[in-house]
C-alpha cells in the first residue's frame, strides 16, 4: 500500500511515549527535539554513552547500547506508545546488508517482545528492490521484517538522497573542483533535506492515523546531476563546479584510494549503478508523493557553504 504525502501536522491530546533511534542524526535529532517540543515524552538510543548529556539538553532521555543488541532493545521497547526506527550507517562492516537485515531483525524482535503497536520506520527510495541496489536495497529486507509483524502498524517512509550526503563531498571538491558520482550523464535525482524527514515522521508519530503496512515517499525536488553542481558551486562561490559521470571501475578505485573499505565501495557503486539504470526510482515513480518537503538544495547553500568553510580557508565575502 502505497500512501501519499501532506507535509502538515497535528497534535495528539493525550501525551505519548515515543522510542526515538539514531542518536543525534540528521533525522532523529530534529525528529527527537519536535516531540518534545510538543510535549511528549522522549528517548533516544544511541551507542555512545558521550551522547547522552546532548540528548538530554534536547529534553529527551538516553538509552545507550546497541541495535545489535536484542536484549537492550526489547527493554527500551517496553512500555513505548510508537517507535521510530532507521539503521545507522556502518561504515566499517564486512558485509554491509547483512548487517541492515540483522538490524531490522532486531527491531522485529523487540517489537515483538515489547508489544510495540506502532512503528515509523525511515526507508528510502529503491527498497522496492530485493537485490541489486546496494544498502538502499537492503532496506527491502528491514521493510520486509516489519512487514511480517502481526497487530503491528508500520509506516514505511522512502525517501529522497539527503541534501546532508554532499557534505561528504566536499573534500573532492576543494581538492579537485569536482563532484563526482556513477549515477549516469545528467541522471535525475529526488532530493529531501533531513527536516522535511522528521516533519514528516513527527507528524506520523503523533497523529497516529496509519493502519496495517505502507509506504509513503519523501522528497523535496528532483535535480539533475548539473544542475546539483550548480547550485552547490553557487553557494561556495565556485561557479565552475561541474558533475563528473564516473565509470563503475573508476569510482571503485577511487574510493579505494580514499581509504573506504571494499565492502562500503563496492555496495556504493552497486546503488549508483542502479540508479543509473533506472531501476532505483522505478516504483517511486509509480508513486510519487502528493506533496514534497519546503526546502530546497538552493537553501541547503548556506548550511553547505558553512561546512565547507569550515574544512578549509574562510570563503571570501559576496558581494
Same mark, same amino acid.
Given at each position: 500500500?502505497?500512501?501519499?504525502?501532506?507535509?502538515?501536522?497535528?497534535?495528539?491530546?493525550?501525551?505519548?511515549?515515543?522510542?526515538?533511534?539514531?542518536?543525534?542524526?540528521?533525522?532523529?535529532?530534529?525528529? +527527537?527535539?519536535?516531540?518534545?517540543?510538543?510535549?511528549?515524552?522522549?528517548?533516544?538510543?544511541?551507542?555512545?554513552?558521550?551522547?547522552?548529556?546532548?540528548?538530554?539538553?534536547?529534553?529527551? /532521555?538516553?538509552? *545507550?547500547?546497541?541495535?545489535?543488541?536484542?536484549?537492550?532493545?526489547?527493554?527500551? #521497547?517496553? @512500555?513505548?506508545?510508537?517507535?521510530?526506527?532507521? *539503521?545507522?550507517?556502518?561504515?566499517? !562492516?564486512?558485509?554491509? /546488508?547483512?548487517?541492515?537485515?540483522? *538490524?531490522?531483525?532486531?527491531? +522485529?524482535? +523487540?517489537?515483538?517482545?515489547?508489544?510495540? /503497536?506502532?512503528? *515509523?520506520?525511515?526507508?528510502?527510495? @529503491?527498497?522496492?528492490?530485493?537485490?541489486? #541496489?546496494?544498502?538502499?536495497?537492503?532496506?527491502?529486507?528491514?521493510?520486509?521484517?516489519?512487514?511480517?509483524?502481526?497487530?503491528?502498524?508500520?509506516?514505511?517512509?522512502?525517501? $529522497?538522497?539527503? %541534501? !546532508?550526503?554532499?557534505?561528504?563531498?566536499?573534500?573532492?571538491?576543494?581538492?579537485?573542483?569536482?563532484?563526482?558520482?556513477?549515477?549516469?550523464?545528467?541522471?535525475?535525482?529526488?532530493?529531501? %533535506?533531513?527536516?522535511?524527514?522528521?516533519?514528516?515522521?513527527?507528524?506520523?508519530?503523533?497523529?497516529?492515523?496509519?493502519?496495517?503496512?505502507?509506504?509513503?515517499?519523501?522528497?523535496?525536488?528532483?535535480?539533475?546531476?548539473?544542475?546539483?553542481?550548480?547550485?552547490?558551486?553557487?553557494?561556495?562561490?565556485? =561557479?565552475?563546479?561541474?558533475?563528473?559521470?564516473?565509470?563503475?571501475?573508476?569510482? &571503485?578505485?577511487?574510493?579505494?584510494?580514499?581509504?573506504?573499505?571494499?565492502?562500503?565501495?563496492?555496495?556504493?557503486?552497486?546503488?549508483?549503478? #542502479?540508479?543509473?539504470?533506472?531501476?532505483?526510482?522505478?516504483?517511486?515513480?509509480?508513486? =510519487?508523493?502528493?506533496? %514534497? @518537503? /519546503?526546502? !530546497?538544495?538552493?537553501?541547503?547553500?548556506?548550511?553547505?557553504?558553512?561546512? &565547507?568553510?569550515?574544512? $578549509?580557508? =574562510?570563503?571570501?565575502?559576496? %558581494?
Amino acid at each position: 500500500m502505497i500512501g501519499s504525502s501532506v507535509f502538515q501536522e497535528r497534535n495528539h491530546e493525550q501525551p505519548m511515549n515515543y522510542l526515538i533511534t539514531g542518536s543525534l542524526g540528521h533525522v532523529s535529532r530534529p525528529l +527527537a527535539a519536535k516531540l518534545v517540543r510538543t510535549g511528549h515524552s522522549v528517548t533516544v538510543v544511541t551507542r555512545r554513552a558521550e551522547k547522552r548529556a546532548a540528548i538530554e539538553a534536547l529534553g529527551a /532521555k538516553a538509552a *545507550v547500547g546497541s541495535l545489535l543488541d536484542l536484549e537492550f532493545l526489547s527493554s527500551a #521497547c517496553h @512500555g513505548v506508545d510508537a517507535l521510530f526506527t532507521l *539503521v545507522p550507517p556502518d561504515m566499517q !562492516t564486512d558485509n554491509w /546488508k547483512n548487517y541492515i537485515a540483522h *538490524v531490522g531483525d532486531n527491531y +522485529a524482535n +523487540a517489537i515483538t517482545r515489547a508489544g510495540v /503497536k506502532y512503528v *515509523v520506520n525511515l526507508s528510502s527510495i @529503491g527498497a522496492h528492490l530485493r537485490e541489486g #541496489c546496494g544498502p538502499a536495497g537492503a532496506l527491502h529486507y528491514v521493510e520486509e521484517a516489519l512487514n511480517s509483524l502481526s497487530g503491528v502498524h508500520v509506516r514505511h517512509l522512502r525517501a $529522497g538522497f539527503f %541534501h !546532508t550526503n554532499f557534505l561528504r563531498d566536499i573534500d573532492t571538491i576543494r581538492s579537485m573542483g569536482i563532484i563526482a558520482a556513477n549515477y549516469g550523464r545528467d541522471a535525475s535525482i529526488p532530493l529531501v %533535506h533531513p527536516d522535511d524527514v522528521a516533519n514528516m515522521a513527527s507528524m506520523e508519530l503523533k497523529d497516529l492515523q496509519f493502519t496495517l503496512k505502507s509506504i509513503r515517499y519523501i522528497d523535496g525536488e528532483r535535480l539533475d546531476t548539473q544542475s546539483i553542481a550548480r547550485t552547490l558551486g553557487a553557494a561556495v562561490m565556485m =561557479p565552475g563546479l561541474r558533475w563528473v559521470d564516473m565509470a563503475d571501475d573508476e569510482l &571503485y578505485a577511487g574510493m579505494l584510494e580514499r581509504g573506504f573499505p571494499p565492502e562500503i565501495a563496492d555496495n556504493t557503486v552497486e546503488m549508483g549503478r #542502479c540508479l543509473r539504470l533506472g531501476r532505483m526510482l522505478e516504483d517511486y515513480l509509480q508513486h =510519487p508523493p502528493a506533496a %514534497h @518537503g /519546503k526546502i !530546497t538544495l538552493e537553501a541547503f547553500g548556506a548550511e553547505f557553504a558553512e561546512e &565547507y568553510a569550515r574544512r $578549509g580557508e =574562510p570563503l571570501a565575502e559576496k %558581494h
